[in-house]
């Protein structure tokens, strides 16, 4: 396979246009729409544009570490990459919607029939039919699920929505 500057240079400026622009959207909290999916799946293509763009411009891309300016800065994204995994604690903020999904995780499904308008035994039905049997409606989707608040919030999607 040739690999083509013709399309791996514009697949590059491309994806690298759209990472650009929808990070500064997210940066700033003024992405709507696909912002963020497009930013998070079609970063790929940049990835791979970026691999594709080395590897046609190999020996420049060797040289650029012949230089202690070039090693330099290469060395600074790296130890920021590394340091980015740090966990510095804190006061991690709870997406908002998470609030909700905990208190209703808690209720009961009798509860959670009452507040969704639907009849108990529809809920038990559609958990059942996602592979998670509850023999007893005091129960809650915590008790049956556990503490994973993505689980929770995934089988309360699940049985909640409109069918």
């Known amino acids: 396979m040739t690999i083509d500057k013709k399309w791996v240079t514009p ?3 491309g994806s690298f246009l759209l990472i650009a622009i929808t990070g500064v959207l997210m940066f700033f909290h003024i992405d709507t729409g696909l912002n963020k999916v497009a930013h998070e799946w079609l970063g790929f293509t940049m990835v791979v544009g970026a691999i594709l ?7 420049g891309f060797k040289q650029m570490f012949n230089n202690i300016m ?3 800065i290469v060395g600074v994204f790296v130890l920021v990459l590394g340091l980015s995994f740090i966990n510095l604690g804190g006061d991690e903020k709870e997406k ?19 507040v969704s308008h639907t009849d108990k035994q529809v809920l038990l ?19 049956v699920v556990g503490d994973d608040a993505h689980m929770q919030m995934e089988v309360l999607n699940d049985i909640l929505k409109e069918q």
């Open 96 to 114: 908002p919607f998470m609030i909700p999904v905990k208190v209703l995780a808690k209720a009961s499904i009798a509860e959670l029939a009452q």
């Open 53 to 59: 763009h080395i590897m046609i411009n190999i020996k």
């Open 11 to 13: 697949l590059l400026t």
């Open 125 to 143: 039905d559609r958990l059942k039919s996602n592979g998670v049997v509850i023999s007893d409606d005091t129960k809650s989707i915590k008790d």
């Open 70 to 72: 070039g090693k330099t």
